[in-house]
């Protein structure tokens, strides 16, 4: 069965720190994979997505992903946090089909001074 | 360039009534998809319409329906309210059957149901 699987639910980190955030995923075929943040009061914004070609992707805001075939995984990796991250990230998977995408169920992140 | 807008943003509704939302896409956008966010169930696909015509439809019963119109702007109809429909309901376009074209998400409704 296609899945995607965020194992984190919430994530609490101090200003300045790494982050990554896990996304696991059961796909039949080649994914496209995609990353979305969603802040307080927002809609849904793309941070960035993985179609095929160099694994390692880099998104908007500093964030960047890589794609692990072997793991079925695209964690979601940024440096240096900043308070404004704070807001909920979602990993989804699938064709290019938008209305055939599967999304996790989120990860909240929490920035702390 | 307006981003995708939906109305209202909040609302409450008894059980067993009916509701309406609303969802303008991007101007030139064709396609509009309606999602359901749950507490703790991430984003559920619920309906697709390109062009006018419902093209897909995600495990929901019949009572969520919708239309688009000529101008692709798009309803959401949920009839029959349940306590478990209380959730944001997310709409998002894009150009549609060109396939991996990013979608662009408005902000959502949030649907409270007592």
């Known amino acids: 069965a296609q899945s995607v699987t965020q194992p984190d639910i919430h994530i609490t980190v101090s200003e300045g720190a790494s982050l990554e955030l896990r996304c696991n995923y059961s796909?039949?075929?080649?994914?496209?994979l995609f990353w979305y943040v969603q802040s307080p009061g927002q809609g849904l914004q793309l941070l960035l997505k993985?179609?095929?070609?160099?694994?390692l992707v880099q998104g908007i805001k500093g964030f960047e992903a890589e794609f692990k075939r072997s793991q079925s995984s695209f964690n979601l990796r940024k440096p240096s946090v900043h308070w404004s991250d704070a807001a909920e990230y979602f990993c989804?998977?699938?064709?290019?089909?938008?209305?055939?995408?599967?999304f996790g169920t989120g990860t909240r992140l929490q920035v702390f001074p | 360039e307006a981003g995708v807008t939906q109305s209202p943003t909040h609302l409450i509704k008894t059980r067993g009534q009916q509701v309406t939302l609303r969802c303008s896409p991007i101007s030139g956008h064709t396609s509009v998809y309606w999602y359901q966010q749950a507490l703790g169930l991430g984003l559920q696909f619920l309906l697709w319409y390109d062009e006018g015509e419902e093209r897909n439809r995600g495990n929901f019963p019949p009572r969520f329906s919708g239309r688009q119109f000529p101008n692709y702007s798009s309803e959401l109809n949920v009839n029959a309210l349940e306590l478990e429909d209380s959730a944001l309901y997310l709409c998002?376009?894009?150009?549609?059957?060109?396939?991996?074209?990013?979608?662009?998400f408005g902000q959502g409704t949030r649907l409270t149901v007592v």
């Open positions: 998002a376009s894009n150009w549609g059957r060109a396939a991996g074209t990013e979608a662009f």
């Open positions: 989804a998977v699938g064709p290019p089909n938008t209305d055939k995408l599967i």
């Open positions: 796909y039949g075929a080649t994914p496209y």
């Open positions: 993985y179609f095929s070609g160099d694994t």
